[in-house]
């Protein structure tokens, strides 16, 4: 019997981060011992996890594990890397405030995006510099290389799905744009077309006349 107790005693023995302390408890023939982590913590664990390799340390390798996969580009601080998570957010988290307008219309992150580092080399091969958004050429399909540029914010806005698209003169451009070359503001443009019901060219060339006030 004794020969038994000593044949599986673990004292002493290295598993991984972990060196066997001495024996903690047996319930159920189900054997836990004390051990001491490289970190400096101890823990206590079952003798067939640690025999079996299921458990390697307190805890610490697992974490250090996922913070090693988590930055292992190197680039997590990179205003890039700000980009590439806000562009998955609005696309796959319900919680985002902007995913109706993207995940909500089922706009995806094409499969090779799902990894930074093929997002990061894309970028600087297609000409970001701070202070670029992504911009989607085609307001209605996914984030992908074929599909995305770099754009000033202004540019993007014109690009989204609550602009309005106003022929004039031959010339087509939103009501943002119509607003900067005339000089009128973009709401009284807007009301004009769908409230007064003007025409392009009269929302587009009448002066804005400053109201009076009474006495004058």
Aim: net charge positive.
């Amino acid at each position: 019997m004794l020969a038994g107790r000593h044949a599986f005693d673990l004292t002493g023995k290295v598993f991984g981060k972990l060196t066997v302390i001495s024996k903690h408890s047996t319930i159920k023939r189900c054997t836990r011992w004390k051990c001491k982590c490289e970190c400096g913590n101890e823990a206590i664990v079952l003798g067939e996890s640690l025999k079996s390799g299921a458990t390697k340390s307190c805890g610490c390798y697992r974490k250090e594990i996922t913070k090693i996969k988590a930055t292992t580009h190197g680039l997590s601080k990179d205003k890039l890397y700000d980009i590439w998570c806000d562009m998955k957010r609005r696309c796959y988290n319900p919680k985002n405030k902007r995913y109706e307008n993207y995940g909500g219309r089922n706009i995806k992150v094409c499969e090779e995006w799902h990894e930074f580092k093929p997002f990061y080399d894309w970028a600087l091969n297609n000409g970001y510099i701070e202070g670029l958004t992504i911009d989607r050429i085609n307001n209605n399909g996914d984030y992908e290389p074929d599909n995305c540029r770099w754009a000033t914010a202004i540019v993007q806005m014109n690009n989204t799905t609550r602009n309005h698209f106003v022929e004039f003169k031959g010339q087509i451009k939103t009501i943002s744009q119509w607003s900067k070359i005339t000089g009128i503001s973009q709401d009284v443009i807007k009301d004009r077309l769908t409230k007064l019901g003007w025409s392009a060219e009269r929302a587009l060339t009448v002066p804005v006349r400053r109201c009076l006030r009474h006495g004058n």
